[in-house]
């Protein structure tokens, strides 16, 4: 499964990605107006720090604007997959983006027919909004499955399904039982997934052990190669 990361600070995601997991980072619009930071600029510094997609997302809501800012976005640099929403503009734009081999993630993905649609504009990646369903109440994993389900009863379909809006590391962990190919996760959720605190306990009852035998790695002399000697 590969992770991508949900934000558009830009040090937030050159401290994610020294980690060496990040495969991709998503921006929307909210991200980019939290930063304050100009959209092309900022951009364009990401997809210099993570070599695998970079979501950047037109803002115009019609399709011979969206099909500009695409192209645009795009020349930013050969990482970019061009960002569109779920509209009837959004996947005439997603069909001639990708139709000039520019890859494009189609969001704001609520309905597996959204995401048969999506499909069969040649959209790279699907973003279904997990965590926007559960907040109204609805099945946000749920929609997960069914479209996995769907994309791999069409062998021909290329794109990923990519889960968006997740909300804790257990969205995750189903989204990767059920087979997803992405998801995009806030810095919050990917450092959540690192820690347990029984591994906590485990490191330090090591670590003392440890310090109890006087012994040190690095300092360290091979005790065997010495007796051979
Ligand atoms: O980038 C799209 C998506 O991940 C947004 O998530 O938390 O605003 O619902 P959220």
């Not at 921006?27 to 997609?53: C, H, M, Q, W, Y």
């Not at 907040?135 to 399904?161: C, H, N, Q, S, W």
């Not at 190919?181 to 330090?204: E, I, N, Y």
């Amino acid at each position: 499964m590969k992770f991508f990361i949900d934000t558009a600070d830009v040090n937030e995601i050159r401290d994610l990605a020294a980690t060496g997991l990040v495969d991709g980072v998503t921006t929307n619009p909210s991200l980019v107006a939290k930063t304050g930071k100009d959209f092309i600029a900022t951009v364009r510094e990401i997809a210099k720090i993570v070599p695998g997609p970079v979501s950047a997302e037109v803002t115009a809501t019609d399709h011979a604007t969206m099909l500009k800012e695409g192209h645009k976005l795009a020349k930013i640099a050969k990482n970019i997959a061009v960002k569109v929403p779920l509209t009837p503009d959004g996947l005439k734009t997603c069909k001639a983006l990708s139709g000039d081999g520019i890859m494009v993630n189609v969001t704001l993905c609520f309905s597996a027919a959204q995401a048969i649609l999506a499909a069969k504009a040649g959209a790279a990646f699907i973003s279904p909004f997990v965590g926007r369903l559960d907040d109204i109440a609805a099945d946000g994993m749920g929609l997960i499955r069914e479209i996995v389900a769907i994309y791999k009863a069409y062998p021909g379909i290329r794109t990923e399904v990519l889960v968006a809006s997740v909300r804790g590391p257990l969205h995750v962990v189903e989204a990767a039982k059920m087979g997803a190919h992405v998801a995009t996760l806030p810095p919050s959720v990917l450092r959540q997934m690192f820690a347990h605190p029984l591994t906590d306990k485990g490191l330090a009852a090591f670590l003392a052990d440890w310090k109890k035998t006087g012994q040190s790695i690095l300092g360290a002399e091979d005790g065997a190669a010495k007796a051979a000697e």
